[in-house]
């Protein structure tokens, strides 16, 4: 099992205290993950999820 970072198979989670988590963007790459995640709101919690 190889890994590809160029594979579309991440998902960016945002994490509520009280609420269900909710889903931000899918099927996207981990670069873009992590562009997403650098550049969003600090004050909510995301986590970058295998989909």
Do not use: W
Not at 40 to 45: E, L, R, V
Request: aromatic letters at 12%; a negative charge.
């Amino acid at each position: 099992m190889g890994f590809f970072t160029d594979d579309r198979q991440y998902k960016v989670v945002e994490r509520h205290f009280l609420a269900p988590d909710k889903v931000v963007l899918n099927e996207v790459t981990m670069d873009e993950a992590k562009q997403f995640v650098r550049g969003a709101d600090s004050s909510h919690d995301y986590v970058i999820e295998h989909v």
